[in-house]
């Protein structure tokens, strides 16, 4: 059994996609906060792309290290939040460092609310 953590990065099947959306197998990192990952058999992942020449804003330089195991430095596509079945998920790749995933939950909050406070109420 696969088990599943934030901050993994999987080898991930993408196909069959459409249009812009990212195709073939390619690594993505898990962001779906962990308590949650058990209750759904779907996991919420952001692409990561070896295309590292034109980044867009919002983009995170990934540069390859012996915890993420990438085989380059790539880009971690903040902008192509998605969620997809954990079949599609093929094989555990590495993991990033807590301070890169502290900037992927930067750039999420600014990509969802660009820079305005959110008063949370529970």
């Known amino acids: ?4 953590q934030r901050g993994q990065i999987w080898l991930v099947n993408f196909d069959p996609s459409f249009g812009h959306e990212y195709k073939k197998l ?3 990192l ?3 906060q962990q308590k949650y990952i058990t209750s759904s058999n779907l996991l919420t992942i952001i692409p990561i792309s070896s295309k590292i020449e034109n980044p867009t804003v ?3 330089i990934l540069i390859k290290d012996n915890q ?3 085989m380059k430095d790539s880009l971690i596509k903040t902008k192509q939040i998605s969620s997809f079945d954990k079949r599609r998920f093929i094989k555990l790749i590495g993991t ?3 301070e890169i995933l ?6 999420i909050y600014l990509f969802l609310y660009g820079d ?3 008063k949370l109420k529970l």
């Not at 502290?102 to 750039?107: I, R």
């Open 102 to 107: 502290d900037n992927v939950d930067k750039n």
């Open 30 to 32: 898990i962001i779906q």
């Open 96 to 98: 990033i460092k807590d």
């Open 58 to 60: 919002l983009d995170i």
């Open 26 to 28: 390619r690594p993505a």
């Open 1 to 4: 059994m696969k088990k599943f």
């Open 116 to 118: 305005q406070e959110i």
């Open 68 to 70: 993420n195991r990438l």
